[in-house]
């Protein structure tokens, strides 16, 4: 139980392109949801907060307009990487906290197996 | 700020001597920590956890003691395995808030 997904699973864009990168907790409703992102030899670093219905909140640095992140619904979570540079190329990670009930802390989150975006 | 750091960088152990990778910690008010171990080219994912009203929790091969005193945590692995190797990040959860802040990470390497 408590599988996260991530789609695609690399992706490789021009710059100036957008890039959606998909987010789905399987078998689990996720009430959030979190960005990270990681650059090589690198730890995570937190970019976003989101909650279903609500609009993400993004850590001190992020830019929002950026990095467009959507949670359509308690499965589903989206970010968007506009006009994409070569500098956004990283490691894109997300998680999904669990409802109460699952088993772990109810504050336990579940790491999706990461996006791989290289802009050329 | 809050910040969650590793003593070592990197760390080569033995296989099949015991692993123990440290962590410490500055915000006194921290009270959920969790062990996160991420293969090349994968998610994090989830070792053990342990609450600040504890001093130590026992996993499968895995142990993690919390001194409160000094602000620090250890993680330790028992008869270390080649599968072992990975990243290791110790991790500052805030309790209800579900908002992790990762450490720099300890590469754990394994001699056959």
């Known amino acids: 139980g408590a599988v996260v997904s991530q789609h695609p699973s690399w992706v490789i864009c021009k710059s100036g392109t957008s890039v959606k990168i998909e987010c789905r907790s399987l078998?689990?409703?996720?009430?959030?949801m979190f960005w990270y992102r990681q650059f090589p030899k690198q730890s995570l670093m937190l970019m976003a907060t989101s909650n279903e219905g609500s609009k993400a909140t993004y850590e001190q640095g992020v830019e929002k307009d950026k990095f467009l992140i959507n949670h359509a619904s308690l499965t589903l979570s989206t970010l968007t990487v506009t006009s994409a540079h070569p500098e956004d190329s990283s490691f894109y990670i997300c998680s999904a906290s669990s409802p109460v009930g699952l088993a772990g802390a109810v504050d336990t989150q579940y790491f999706g197996p990461g996006t791989r975006l290289t802009v050329l | 700020g809050e910040s969650v750091g590793l003593h070592l960088p990197t760390l080569s152990v033995q296989e099949g001597d015991n692993s123990i990778i440290n962590c410490a910690y500055s915000n006194s008010a921290s009270d959920y920590f969790i062990w996160y171990k991420q293969e090349s080219g994968k998610g994090p994912q989830f070792i053990i956890d342990i609450r600040s009203n504890m001093d130590k929790r026992q996993g499968q091969r895995v142990t993690v003691l919390l001194n409160k005193t000094v602000k620090h945590l250890s993680l330790q692995i028992a008869a270390t395995q080649p599968g072992d190797s990975a990243v290791y990040f110790c991790a500052d959860g805030y309790s209800s808030a579900s908002k992790i802040i990762f450490g720099s990470g300890t590469r754990l390497s394994i001699r056959p």
């Open positions: 078998d689990f409703q996720a009430t959030t």
